[in-house]
């Protein structure tokens, strides 16, 4: 912890020379971290499989595997990466991941067949998808606590808006430049941007100098500073009580199985959609519309989640997902596109709501990077499994009609079950 050590009694050089609570600064980073990871996202790596079919002169049952593989084993370090934030401070974590994702699309863009595609994959999911995401979704839960929600609604709506576009942005690289060069300017933004913020702008908690929770004004005196961080070590629960809740369980299900539903149709967005009827620009237009309807439902979403029960929101959201999924192979092609939008906008902007405050509120802020670690590593692998399981249909049945089903009805069953996704009780610490 020399981290706090070094920056306490605000002797950070912008900490002291701002006139307002720091956490409004902590909010643009975190948009900035979370859209930097889209070098190793799905939406943004799906444009560039076209190139890697082609340049690589490998089948597409390949690329899914080396997918597949690569994103696995990916998340089995994201509990242990989530450990290190909480020992090592989340700041030195942020230097050291916007370092090494970087370097992870420069080699991205050097690779030749298909065991240097496999750790491209590893290496962008890893350290995109997994370690600066995990970070930059968590940064606002260290800053905020009452109006958390509200506030991650309203940041998740630029970040719902410029991600939209990075398919298009990526596209347009590509086709200008080439895919080999489109990741070295990839890198080279996730460099230029993620690094010197790190360095010089980021802090990792409010404690580090000086402030509290929400930067209330009444509680920066030393004595209720100490409250405040006693509270917060009396009300947080260790990695081991968590996994002994009913909620952990029911909210990392549901996490993985929207993880492994979402990748998997972004995967196969464009034969689903033109499967529809639609172009390939219509298909990949699909994520910038549907960027803006999750870009309106963030606000309501975080706005909701400071306002009801947050297991009412995500009974509310897993069953827009249902409806959204079930739009796919239920609806004609002249209602199915809109139709999916609506219901899955709403469903991604409700379950950012709930994901972005209750693990903080559920859990406190002690162990919040390793609780979230082991969440990731869920989420990440069932990212990893969902388009293959998908493929595997596809190439059984002839359509993606069977898989879309089968996910619709496990919407509605783990919707019912986010009825007992209560906030926890404290059971005594397992030594």
Same mark, same amino acid.
């Given at each position: 912890?020399?981290?706090?050590? !070094? ?33 190793? !996202? ?19 049952? !390949? ?79 260290? +800053? ?34 080439? +895919? ?44 209720? %500073?100490?409250?405040? %961080? ?10 081991? %009580? ?15 199985? +929207? ?75 002249s209602s199915v596109v809109i139709t999916y939008i609506i219901f899955t906008g709403i469903a991604q902007g409700f379950l950012s709501g709930v994901f972005s405050t209750v693990w903080v509120r559920y859990f406190g802020r002690k162990n919040l990077g390793k609780i979230n670690g082991v969440v990731w590593t869920a989420t990440a692998a069932s990212s990893s499994v969902g388009p293959l399981l998908m493929g595997i249909s596809f190439d059984h049945f002839g359509d993606y009609q069977f898989s879309l089903m089968i996910g619709a009805i496990i919407f509605l069953v783990l919707a019912i079950s986010g009825f007992w996704a209560t906030p926890p009780k404290r059971f005594p610490e397992i030594a």
């Amino acid at each position: 912890m020399s981290e706090t050590i !070094q920056l306490k009694n605000t002797d950070h050089w912008l900490a002291k020379r701002v006139p307002f609570f720091y956490g409004w600064l902590i909010t643009p980073i975190s948009i900035l971290a979370i859209v930097t990871t889209s070098p190793g !996202q799905t939406l943004m790596i799906s444009v560039f499989n076209p190139r890697f079919l082609s340049d690589l002169n490998i089948s597409l049952s !390949q690329l899914s595997w080396a997918y597949m593989v690569g994103t696995l084993l990916a998340s089995l370090p994201q509990s242990y990466l989530g450990d290190w934030m909480d020992k090592i401070g989340w700041r030195k974590m942020l230097i050291i991941v916007s370092i090494l994702f970087s370097l992870a699309c420069f080699y991205t863009s050097l690779v030749q067949n298909l065991l240097m595609l496999f750790f491209a994959f590893l290496f962008l999911r890893m350290l995109g998808q997994g370690a600066l995401n995990l970070i930059g979704s968590n940064m606002l839960a260290m +800053w905020f606590k009452e109006r958390l929600g509200t506030i991650a609604g309203v940041s998740g709506v630029l970040v719902s808006l410029l991600i939209g576009v990075v398919p298009l942005g990526a596209l347009a690289l590509i086709n200008q430049f080439g +895919w080999r060069k489109a990741y070295i300017i990839s890198g080279g933004i996730v460099l230029a941007v993620m690094l010197p913020i790190a360095i010089f702008v980021y802090i990792s908690r409010p404690e580090d100098i000086g402030e509290v929770v929400d930067g209330n004004n009444e509680k920066n005196s030393k004595e209720m %500073e100490e409250l405040e %961080e006693l509270e917060n070590s009396r009300n947080s629960f260790s990695l081991k %009580e968590a996994i002994r809740t009913r909620s952990f369980w029911i909210l990392t299900l549901i996490a993985s199985f +929207w993880a492994a539903v979402a990748t998997a149709i972004t995967f196969n967005i464009l034969p689903i959609f033109t499967g529809k009827g639609l172009t390939d620009l219509q298909a990949a237009a699909t994520f910038t519309y549907l960027s803006i309807a999750v870009a309106i439902t963030r606000v309501v979403g975080g706005y909701l989640a400071d306002k009801i029960s947050l297991h009412i929101l995500t009974v509310l959201a897993v069953f827009s997902y249902a409806l959204g999924t079930g739009a796919l192979f239920i609806l004609p092609n002249s209602s199915v596109v809109i139709t999916y939008i609506i219901f899955t906008g709403i469903a991604q902007g409700f379950l950012s709501g709930v994901f972005s405050t209750v693990w903080v509120r559920y859990f406190g802020r002690k162990n919040l990077g390793k609780i979230n670690g082991v969440v990731w590593t869920a989420t990440a692998a069932s990212s990893s499994v969902g388009p293959l399981l998908m493929g595997i249909s596809f190439d059984h049945f002839g359509d993606y009609q069977f898989s879309l089903m089968i996910g619709a009805i496990i919407f509605l069953v783990l919707a019912i079950s986010g009825f007992w996704a209560t906030p926890p009780k404290r059971f005594p610490e397992i030594a």
